[in-house]
């Protein structure tokens, strides 16, 4: 019983299991009453909106580190804010600020998270 | 035994009532309700963005506020499904059937407080039920050895596969996938490292609440970002004076309430079913007893009563297999272990006897929970549904905010972030793709546990693998694990052969 029985077990119960999905889904395909399966993205708007929102979350990461949570963050809820709604930009800042300086208080100072400092450190 | 449990109860009221976990207890259920009341974020989600915050914490601390995000986290969820028509998490669907409908006729207050009585008296009867059923299966457990453990996580990961999707496959193929995952980092038995790829951060495993929170977290925002969003309806007009159900109302709900409380801790002691199960079963079931079926659909008290209760009692009856086994069968409970584990703490029919402040002070804390959570959701409605009135776009980006946080918590490394956004988008695929999580979740958390029963009995039988099949206990879960595998293609045979046989018929 080395440490790669288990994992070899597993492998071969995957390979079992996706050659019988395989077939099934070769099977369904020939079968014209069923009907075809709706679109994987809803909208073209919605695919973009996603792209948009992970992009914003690997730059917030990015950024983490090197300009502080202070300052990243900010960037990051401005992004997402804005991008949502556009027409009170002020609004969106206000809110931005606020929140994070509130979740300042509460990570940092309540529940003591060692947040990154970077710029402002 | 009587008295083990009226001492064993006086010893958790005293380690519950401890102004620190009571403190916890109430924050963990308010946080719940906040997290559950949210569109999109249910139990599952509520738990995984707060549990980097409790490893900080006691032990016991930590899982009294676990429970209390848990339960807090429902309430929250039936709250949306009855005002707003949107379930908070996949238990409470069956409320929207005749909850919304009756806010829609005006009767919103009498369809919150009867979920909130009906929670109440199942959550009630499950932790009660709970006391009593815990000492005599923990005494069984006592004799179980290593097949009996891989069989009880055999049962548990395929009945997951079986019962959270549309196909058993796509079921087991996520099963297998996250045992996958688990077998990454350093081998315990031999101290080799499997599948690092030489990254520092995979020694120690795939670290659990990254996955979670891209799971359960980033996952749900990108479906709720992707959809155009719409202006709901809400219910609002809720006051105080207008909750209390009518007597026929409350004569109605009676039935549903008591036979919700008793399916709803069966199911939830069963593996893969857990609390939608138990739901959907005690709405079945009351349609079926109803005099009149044809109302149910329309707005009738007696399907928000059963399903709520049912709901809220199989949570305590899905503690069971975790705190008396160690074995989890729903997603919450397998987080809960999680959480356990990285305090240094595994459950087993041991923990009773040997750790009776944590046994039975979490145990005590659930009827406390409960109690909270009546007293903050009843009055206090109006509150959680302002909230709702937030707009969404200023929402969304705070929930993430919070993941990011939480993972950040963990150990201070980006390493996690990345794989939380990774597993966002793995978990947006997959679930377009009708490939369930919860069984992959389940898989990656009995994984270590599996795999560790499963070396010890081949080691014990010196290679033989029918050793999981002589011994009753673990031969009779074996059958049954083959039993949910085999059910499918039997059904798919019997079409087949059925029609098969008709065309060897002679046609008229």
């Not at chain 2, 001492?7 to 009221?13: D, H, I, N, P």
């Not at chain 2, 009855?82 to 806010?103: H, K, R, W």
């Not at chain 2, 969003?229 to 219910?235: A, N, P, R, S, V």
């Not at chain 2, 009055?379 to 776009?393: C, D, E, H, N, Q």
């Amino acid at each position: 019983m080395g440490p790669g029985f288990f994992p070899l077990l597993l492998g071969i119960a995957l390979v079992g299991l996706t050659l019988l999905l395989l077939v099934k889904a070769t099977l369904a395909a020939r079968d014209p009453s069923l009907s075809l399966p709706q679109r994987f993205f809803p909208s073209r708007s919605g695919l973009l909106k996603l792209l948009y929102l992970i992009g914003a979350l690997a730059v917030y990461v990015l950024t983490l580190q090197p300009l502080g949570y202070l300052l990243s963050t900010l960037l990051f809820l401005c992004a997402l804010f804005l991008a949502w709604d556009p027409k009170k930009p002020g609004l969106a800042v206000a809110v931005a600020v606020a929140s994070v300086l509130c979740s300042y208080v509460f990570f940092d100072l309540l529940l003591q998270v060692q947040l990154p400092k970077g710029l402002l450190g | 035994m009587d008295s083990g449990i009226g001492q064993g109860l006086l010893t958790g009221f005293a380690v519950a009532s401890t102004p620190a976990n009571l403190l916890f207890c109430f924050l963990g259920v308010t946080l719940g309700t906040l997290i559950g009341v949210l569109p999109g974020l249910g139990p599952a989600g509520a738990i995984a963005m707060l549990l980097p915050f409790t490893f900080g914490m006691d032990v016991t601390t930590a899982i009294i506020m676990l429970c209390g995000i848990y339960y807090g986290a429902m309430y929250g969820g039936s709250t949306t499904s009855i005002l707003i028509n949107i379930p908070g998490e996949v238990a409470s669907v069956v409320t929207t059937f005749d909850g919304y409908q009756m806010a829609r006729k005006g009767r919103a207050g009498p369809a919150l407080a009867i979920a909130a009585i009906g929670s109440f008296i199942g959550g009630t009867f499950s932790v009660v039920a709970l006391t009593f059923v815990a000492a005599p299966i923990a005494t069984a457990a006592l004799s179980f050895g290593p097949p009996e453990y891989f069989a009880l996580t055999l049962v548990g990961v395929v009945a997951a596969a079986y019962l959270s999707g549309k196909s058993l496959l796509k079921g087991l193929v996520m099963v297998i996938v996250g045992l996958m995952f688990s077998t990454i980092g350093v081998d315990i038995v031999t101290g080799g490292t499997r599948f690092t790829f030489g990254r520092i951060e995979l020694y120690s495993g795939v670290e659990i609440v990254p996955i979670l929170m891209g799971i359960f977290g980033v996952t749900e925002i990108m479906f709720l970002v992707e959809q155009p969003f719409l202006k709901q309806e809400i219910q609002t007009r809720v006051r105080l004076r207008d909750l209390w159900p009518s007597n026929p109302e409350l004569r109605a709900s009676a039935g549903p309430i008591a036979r919700g409380s008793l399916i709803g801790f069966v199911i939830g002691l069963l593996p893969g079913a857990g609390a939608m199960v138990s739901s959907f079963l005690s709405y079945a079931t009351e349609k079926k007893l109803s005099q009149h079926p044809e109302a149910f659909g329309t707005g009738v008290i007696e399907g928000v009563a059963g399903p709520e209760t049912a709901n809220n009692s199989a949570a305590g009856g899905a503690m069971i297999p975790l705190l008396v086994l160690g074995v989890p069968y729903s997603i919450i409970t397998a987080i809960m272990l999680s959480a356990l584990i990285t305090h240094g703490l595994s459950p087993s029919p041991m923990l009773m006897t040997k750790q009776p402040e944590f046994f039975w002070g979490v145990v005590a804390s659930m009827y406390i929970g409960n109690v909270l959570c009546v007293i903050l959701n009843l009055p206090l409605v109006g509150m959680w549904v302002s909230i709702l009135r937030v707009p969404f776009a200023k929402l969304f980006p705070l929930v993430l905010l919070c993941c990011v946080v939480g993972v950040y918590t963990i150990n201070s490394r980006l390493f996690d972030l990345w794989v939380m956004i990774a597993s966002g988008g793995i978990g947006y695929l997959l679930r377009k793709a009708d490939y369930p999580a919860a069984p992959l979740v389940l898989a990656l958390v009995l994984g270590p546990l599996m795999e560790n029963a499963m070396r010890q009995s081949i080691l014990i039988s010196h290679g033989d693998p029918f050793i999981f099949f002589t011994r009753p206990i673990s031969g009779v879960l074996m059958f049954v694990s083959l039993v949910f595998v085999s059910l499918p293609s039997v059904g798919w045979l019997a079409k087949r052969l059925g029609g098969a046989w008709r065309f060897a018929l002679p046609r008229e």
